[in-house]
């Protein structure tokens, strides 16, 4: 076992000495009790002590609720509009700036509310397993199922690492139980998610969604590394046996966690990684998965790293037996477990990896007109990267209940500091520099749009990805999609040959050409804010409207 991956003492003596005293002054906090980096079986304790709607599962996960917010409040994000980060920051929907004093004012709000605690948890650990890229990140919060998180999620620093830790590069204040004040300008809602890049302080408030904290991170990651020449990246990686890496890029629901899982591959990471002039590396310790419908036969590998030290989200369980029913969708659909990357069998530890062999874009389409597998082109992965498309499903971003066509530049718009051109020129190099094959996977619906069609079998996605892993699809014969002019496989080993097609998928072709014409249209739209800036082969890329064949 590696020993950076076990930051806990081993005997209570130690974990006395080291963790019980620890001054937060500097931050303006003082507490009577502040436990730093306390063992997972501190925090079930602190959690089942303090927190309602805590309780132990059957497997020994620590069951946690996160009460209203059930996911991520993209809408009630902000960030501070110093004159320093002006030029970088691609102000917006997904940027929208907040003035310094407003986010001054949500910092104080968040630190007087913390001093009012009798006792506050911090986790001091690591983002970005390379180590030339490795920032220091503290969290500071109220709840010790945010600090289990916390801990799972960002890279468990050693003994000696924890003892010479020194001042974080970033600080988390969680004070998700306090309602954001909302008469601060820029403050639209009781909840607030606000992020100053230049003092590398965020603020949580309102929300006691996890999540929020590891995609705070993310986004710290999105602003820092590209100004390093490091392409950060929403996607999964794993690692084959001769080293061949695989990225999986995907918006929310699309299948990085549950593809990324694979028991002929070593795990770099299922959500968050940066590409190097090296390679990948992860910049997460842990995993965060759906746990919605989780069938231990389909995803084996997730479902038993559902145990003691997992943090289980907002589960339905038997009170008696605390047997959870993943199943029940009756909190959220967006039930979600994190656990630390070693709880997967075959992590690759550590989470890092060569330059990718294979670079695969997932698509979850409800319109199920994507093929469920093809081949592009450069322009074309520069096209689709760019426009990001998918479904959002129901469940990690509050409101969204049921399939909508959404289009996320860069497969991950919602983390994005910098304009999407950035990421993509960043892609682009790699993708020359190293010829790697880029592929699209739809892992949505077949046989029909939403409502009337299924969603892609798990066994075929699973089957068309190893054939992408062990070579053969490659060779396969491929034709030209009419409308998205990607090249598409006549077979693929354990898929039936007429579900490579879409069109013979559905019942009536004229109105899969009808859908198909409807997707193409809004690729169009979208890419319009983009059109200036991209050069004419990926705007020849685009799908074609109009001219069918
Ligand atoms: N054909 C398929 N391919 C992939 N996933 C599928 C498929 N059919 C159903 N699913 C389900 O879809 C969900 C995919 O979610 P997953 O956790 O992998 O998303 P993700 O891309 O990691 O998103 P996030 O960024 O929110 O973590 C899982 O619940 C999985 O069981
Ligand atoms: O952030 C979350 O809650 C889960 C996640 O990975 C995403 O939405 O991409
Ligand atoms: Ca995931
Ligand atoms: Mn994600």
């Known amino acids: 076992m590696n020993t950076t991956l076990n930051g806990q003492p081993d005997t209570p003596q130690k974990t006395r000495s080291l963790h019980v005293t620890f001054s937060l002054a500097k931050h303006g906090i003082e507490v009577a009790e502040v436990l730093r980096n306390?063992?997972?079986?501190?925090?079930?304790?602190?959690?089942?002590?303090?927190?309602?709607?805590s309780a132990i599962s059957s497997t020994g996960a620590l069951i946690a609720r996160s009460g209203e917010k059930t996911g991520r409040s993209p809408k009630d994000k902000r960030v501070a509009h110093h004159p320093e980060v002006t030029d970088d920051v691609w102000w917006g929907d997904v940027n929208i700036e907040m003035e310094p004093d407003s986010f001054d004012a949500l910092q104080q709000q968040a630190v007087n509310y913390l001093n009012t605690r009798d006792r506050l948890y911090v986790i001091d650990a690591y983002a970005g397993w390379d180590p030339r890229y490795r920032v220091k990140v503290r969290v500071i919060c109220e709840r010790a199922y945010h600090a289990l998180f916390m801990h799972n999620m960002l890279i468990r620093p050693n003994r000696e690492e924890l003892a010479d830790f020194g001042?974080?590069?970033?600080t988390i204040y969680n004070a998700g139980r306090l309602a954001a004040n909302q008469e601060l300008p820029g403050v639209t809602s009781s909840?607030?998610?606000?992020?100053?890049?230049?003092?590398?302080?965020?603020?949580?408030?309102?929300?006691?969604?996890?999540?929020?904290?590891?995609?705070?991170?993310?986004t710290i990651m999105n602003y820092i590394m590209p100004k390093q020449g490091v392409l950060s990246m929403h996607c999964s990686a794993n690692e084959g046996h001769d080293g061949d890496v695989s990225v999986f890029f995907g918006l929310s629901g699309t299948g990085k966690t549950t593809l990324s899982a694979d028991p002929?591959?070593?795990?770099?990471?299922?959500?968050?990684?940066?590409?190097?002039?090296?390679?990948?590396?992860?910049?997460?310790?842990?995993?965060?998965?759906?746990?919605?419908?989780?069938?231990p036969r389909a995803e084996p590998e997730i479902y038993n790293a559902i145990r003691f030290g997992a943090v289980l989200e907002n589960v339905v369980y038997d009170p008696v037996t605390r047997e959870v029913d993943y199943h029940d969708g009756s909190i959220t659909e967006n039930?979600?477990?994190?656990?630390?990357?070693?709880?997967?069998?075959?992590?690759?530890?550590?989470?890092?990896?060569?330059?990718?062999?294979?670079?695969?874009?997932?698509?979850?389409?409800?319109?199920?007109?994507?093929?469920?597998?093809?081949?592009?082109?450069?322009?074309?992965?520069?096209?689709?990267?760019?426009?990001?498309?998918?479904?959002k499903v129901a469940g990690t971003e509050m409101g969204v209940t049921e399939p909508q066509a959404t289009f996320s530049a860069?497969?991950?718009?919602?983390?994005?500091?910098?304009?999407?051109?950035?990421?993509?020129?960043?892609?682009?190099?790699?993708?020359r520099a190293t010829g790697v094959q880029v592929w699209l996977v739809n892992t949505g619906w077949t046989g029909g749009p939403y409502g009337e069609g299924r969603r892609m079998s798990l066994a075929h996605t699973r089957a068309i990805i190893d054939a992408i892993h062990d070579g053969s699809l490659k060779d396969q014969e491929t034709v030209t999609d009419p409308t998205f002019g990607v090249q598409v496989p006549l077979q693929c080993h354990g898929v039936p040959d007429e579900v490579l097609i879409p069109a013979k998928t559905w019942a009536d072709p004229a109105a899969y050409e009808e859908m198909a014409q409807h997707l193409a249209g809004l690729f169009h739209k979208n890419f319009q804010a983009y059109a200036d800036q991209a050069s004419p082969e990926i705007v020849a890329a685009a799908p074609r409207v109009g001219e069918m064949a």
């Open 38 to 53: 306390p063992a997972p079986a501190r925090l079930y304790e602190e959690a089942l002590a303090h927190e309602k709607g």
């Open 167 to 170: 001042e974080p590069d970033y």
């Open 191 to 218: 909840t607030s998610v606000s992020l100053c890049l230049s003092r590398g302080e965020f603020v949580i408030l309102g929300t006691e969604y996890a999540g929020e904290m590891k995609k705070g991170v993310f």
């Open 264 to 295: 002929r591959r070593r795990l770099i990471g299922d959500d968050e990684h940066c590409w190097t002039d090296e390679g990948v590396f992860n910049i997460e310790g842990g995993c965060y998965a759906k746990a919605i419908g989780l069938d």
């Open 335 to 391: 039930t979600r477990c994190s656990y630390p990357i070693e709880f997967i069998p075959n992590a690759r530890l550590p989470c890092v990896g060569g330059t990718p062999k294979n670079v695969i874009f997932l698509t979850c389409d409800a319109f199920s007109v994507l093929p469920p597998v093809s081949k592009l082109t450069p322009a074309q992965a520069m096209y689709h990267f760019i426009s990001g498309y998918t479904a």
């Open 410 to 431: 860069c497969f991950g718009a919602p983390f994005l500091v910098l304009h999407p051109t950035h990421y993509a020129e960043l892609l682009a190099e790699k993708i």
